[in-house]
């Protein structure tokens, strides 16, 4: 037997897939883009190429981290825990193979397509040695550690994925583990320095892979490879634990006493028998297909658990009444959850159909008297049963921090424009008013009896009603935005996962085409609509009231991206649910993947036909 027989033979596999030629030419596609993006923007405002080329990289480096962390959701974290669903792992074991035969095959064949993609985007990151600002080191630094922030990516999805057999359950696992690699030993470190009132020291943050890219592009001295070094240990020690774990973990091993299972496997996951019984009285003559997409109890008590985390820390922060920065640190934290409520949706738009084909299900709801529209239906309000009221509560958490958060940028934007126009006095004591040299120090005022040192705080800013109105009118278009999000994952998901092959390839396809793609061209246009139209508000400003233009752009950045994306929405909702009740059980006929049945052809193109043979009476 060949050395590593799967990964030969997955590899090659692998590399005759359309996907891995179009993921590659779409990484390029998108580098340019935003390429030319900040080349146009660089023009309207007059930065030089020096900024550029350092803000270019930046803005490479982070999206290739990004994407490269989320490769261990959609392409490892299922890839042995199908194999598990479908029962051909085991089939692997009966022959002379070990379990690094499998889980490297596994891993090859899944990272070939993202290493790939990889590769095409550094070719345009090295245009940024050309435009200055980068040293040629710190390229290499941030190529060395994006392959390395890769690899950790998918060495955990595999370990996650060789101690699972639910989709959901071991891509739900696979975020938090990725989530806590990256921001777990930054955040760690951040509470450290906080209690002890000192600068931050990375300790912890040299196990996070997004440090070893912020180690790569600082000047100096940094900590860059120690904690490259860390990192690889872990991404290492993951796909050993998977190799020696995978011999023993693709058995269905069931515990002693089925009643024990019973007891709290079963209970978690579908309540106790009341809650069963409940549910089962309430739908399933009515509703059948809803009672079966929402008859899953961990499912709504996850987004309970969320719901209740965000209303606590909002109304723990009303009553404490804390700094407009703290508001905007937690609209930070509410773009993860709305991150990871995004994925949840499209995970279980999908994974009803995904599951329901590969148990015989979806032919036995075909043969009862169930059209194509009460079953769509069915699953539709199965979701909102699960996600209505966690979802209501969430956005209305949503609204008010970025409400806050908002004001808060309001607040800055107030106070650098009162310190420009405030006077200033130059190094030779003569007092000059607006006068933007080097040389000059701006004197603001602190609080009387103290000897504070000046700062933004000791500013008398007062927010005015225009300012406030802008706040709440960018909240309410983000959760707008928001909502038409979930509805066209739902949708879409559902027509996705009819036509996938996987639940993890559903997931990915609906990420990808509702959100990642439209994100990027909706933030291309976005920014050079707006860029445009304060480019020409700049020079008159200046004279003025400087950086006043800045205050605008939430708002007209909101408005504009909501407007696009509710529009988007419509249009994927309508495509969706369209194709959902016209094509469901031609689709269902269909294996994932298979072209639909090609109409006949007429007799006078089809070509001359057989004789007619009589039968002989």
């Known amino acids: 037997m060949n050395y590593l027989p799967i990964a030969d033979r997955e590899l090659r596999v692998a590399v005759r897939k359309r996907s891995t ?40 480096t982070w999206l290739c981290l990004v994407a490269g962390l989320s490769a261990g959701l959609f392409f490892t974290a299922d890839c042995l825990s199908e194999e598990k669903r479908e029962g051909t792992l085991g089939l692997l074991f009966l022959t002379d193979l070990r379990g690094y035969d499998v889980a490297l ?25 050309l435009m200055g600002g980068v040293t040629g080191a710190q390229y290499w630094k941030a190529t060395l550690a994006l392959v390395n922030a890769l690899f950790v990516s998918l060495s955990a999805g595999l370990a996650v994925s060789v101690v699972s057999r639910d989709s959901q359950k071991a891509l739900t696992a696979t975020f938090f583990v990725l989530l806590m690699l990256a921001l777990g030993g930054p955040l760690a470190d951040g509470i450290i320095a906080g209690a002890k009132h000192r600068t931050l020291q990375p300790q912890c943050s040299l ?44 058995q269905d091993r069931k515990r002693a006493g089925a009643g024990t299972t019973r007891s709290w496997a079963y209970v978690w996951r579908y309540g106790g028998a009341r809650r069963r019984q409940r549910l089962r009285w309430k739908l ?14 961990w499912q709504s008590r996850g987004l309970w658990t969320m719901a209740i985390v965000s209303v606590g820390g909002l109304v723990v922060g009303l009553m404490r009444a804390p700094g407009m920065e703290v508001w905007m640190i937690w609209s930070y934290m509410g773009v993860l959850f ?57 956005l209305g958490v949503h609204v008010t921090a970025s409400t806050l958060s908002q004001l808060g940028f309001q607040r800055i934007a107030t106070q650098v424009s009162k310190a420009a126009s405030t006077t200033i006095t130059n190094q030779s004591g003569t007092l000059t008013s607006q006068t933007y040299s080097v040389s000059t120090t701006v004197v603001l005022p602190t609080k009387a009896g103290t000897n504070a040192a000046p700062g933004w705080s000791g500013l008398p800013v007062r927010i005015p009603p225009l300012q406030v109105s802008m706040a709440v009118a960018t909240a309410a278009a983000a959760a707008l935005s928001t909502v038409a999000n979930l509805l066209a994952l739902l949708w879409f ?45 700049v020079f008159r400003a200046s004279t003025t009231q ?72």
């Open 21 to 60: 030629f179009w993921l590659r030419v779409a990484a390029a596609l998108t580098g340019l883009v935003i390429g030319g993006g900040c080349l146009v923007l660089s023009k309207l405002f007059g930065a030089n190429s020096v900024s550029l080329g350092s803000v270019l990289f930046s803005t490479l």
């Open 105 to 129: 095959g596994k891993l090859l064949a899944t990272s070939l397509r993202c290493f790939y993609a990889l590769l095409a985007v550094l070719p345009i990151l090295a245009i940024t040695l």
């Open 546 to 617: 400087p950086m006043s233009f800045f205050a605008w752009w939430p708002l007209l950045s909101a408005l504009l991206t909501a407007v696009l994306a509710v529009a988007k929405d419509i249009g994927f909702i309508v495509w969706s649910r369209n194709r959902l009740r016209c094509c469901l059980r031609e689709q269902a006929a269909l294996n994932p993947g298979q072209p639909r049945f090609a109409a006949p052809l007429p007799l006078s193109v089809s070509g001359p036909q057989p004789p007619i043979i009589a039968t002989v009476q």
């Open 207 to 250: 196990s996070s892979p997004a440090y070893v890219l912020m180690a790569a592009s600082a000047w100096g001295r940094s900590a860059y490879w120690s904690s490259l070094a860390v990192t690889q240990l872990i991404g290492w020690a993951l796909l050993v634990l998977a190799c020696a774990l995978v011999p023993y973990t693709w």
């Open 493 to 537: 998901g559902m027509w996705m996962g009819l036509t996938s092959r996987s639940a993890s390839l559903a997931t990915l396809k609906t990420i990808l085409f509702v959100q990642v793609i439209p994100w990027f061209v909706i933030a291309f246009g976005t920014s050079m609509v707006i860029g445009l139209m304060l480019s020409g508000l």
């Open 284 to 297: 399933i003559g009515r509703e059948p297909v809803a009672w079966l997409a929402s008859r899953e109890r």
């Open 338 to 394: 709305t991150l990871l409520l995004y994925l949840w949706a499209a995970s279980q738009a999908g994974r009803f159909f995904v599951e329901a084909r590969r148990s015989g299900l979806l032919e036995l709801l075909l043969t009862t008297p169930l059209n194509d529209r009460q079953i769509v239906r069915g699953q539709w309000r199965g979701l909102l049963r699960m996600f209505g009221l966690p979802v209501a509560l969430l």
